[in-house]
């Protein structure tokens, strides 16, 4: 399940709403209106209306899906599917999944990402695949990667204020 809270009048649950086993990624649209939770159990995200907290879709995607992120004028959102080594592409107005993007290379595990100020381009991490992927938006294509190193305890970070890729100190 997953909780709306009005933190800012009473602190209290507001409602309890059902999503997928293992929910892992919450984010929300660029317009604020929804809510979408990744399911890593059901290979699904659960899309919630925030004005009326309940659940209004549910959308497979590929198997371990960890984050959604949106294009700036939320048109599409992207889903990392981590064990398929996929990201999935979905139409938000639509409900559902229109594309999927295979990532190339070995170990590529697509979990979180960013979306550079233009919408052009996508950049996801790939966990043990050492790189961040560069997704060209206009094409879905996987265009390139950039080598980010070995996954220890420092962790990629990207900045979305400003679409940059750095290693935070440990």
Same mark, same amino acid.
């Given at each position: 399940?997953?909780? $709306?809270?009005? !933190? ?9 709403? @059902?999503?997928?086993? *293992? ?9 604020? @209106?929804?809510?979408?939770?990744? $399911? /890593? *159990?059901?290979? #699904?995200?659960?899309?919630? =209306? ?20 949106? !294009?700036? =004028? ?7 599917? /981590? ?7 979905? =139409? #938000? ?8 993007? @295979? !990532?190339?290379?070995? !170990?590529?595990?697509? &979990? ?5 100020? =233009? ?15 560069? +997704? ?9 990667? +950039? /080598?980010?190193? /070995? ?13 940059? +890729? $750095?290693? &935070?100190?440990?």
């Amino acid at each position: 399940d997953v909780c $709306s809270s009005d !933190l800012a009048e009473t602190g209290k649950t507001v409602a309890a709403i @059902k999503v997928g086993g *293992e929910p892992e990624g919450v984010n929300i649209s660029p317009d604020g @209106k929804h809510v979408y939770v990744t $399911s /890593e *159990e059901d290979s #699904t995200v659960h899309v919630i =209306d925030v004005a009326r907290p309940r659940a209004i879709r549910t959308i497979p995607v590929g198997p371990r899906p960890r984050t959604t992120t949106f !294009l700036p =004028d939320g048109s599409r959102a992207y889903v990392p599917a /981590e064990n398929g080594g996929e990201i999935r592409v979905i =139409d #938000t107005a639509a409900g559902k999944q229109v594309g999927v993007i @295979k !990532l190339t290379g070995e !170990l590529q595990r697509p &979990m979180g990402g960013v979306v550079s100020p =233009d919408g052009k381009t996508l950049y996801m991490t790939t966990g043990r695949g050492k790189t961040v992927a560069i +997704i060209d938006t206009a094409t879905n294509a996987h265009v390139g990667s +950039i /080598e980010v190193g /070995e996954r220890d305890r420092k962790s990629t970070r990207l900045n979305s204020s400003h679409t940059d +890729i $750095s290693r &935070m100190p440990s």
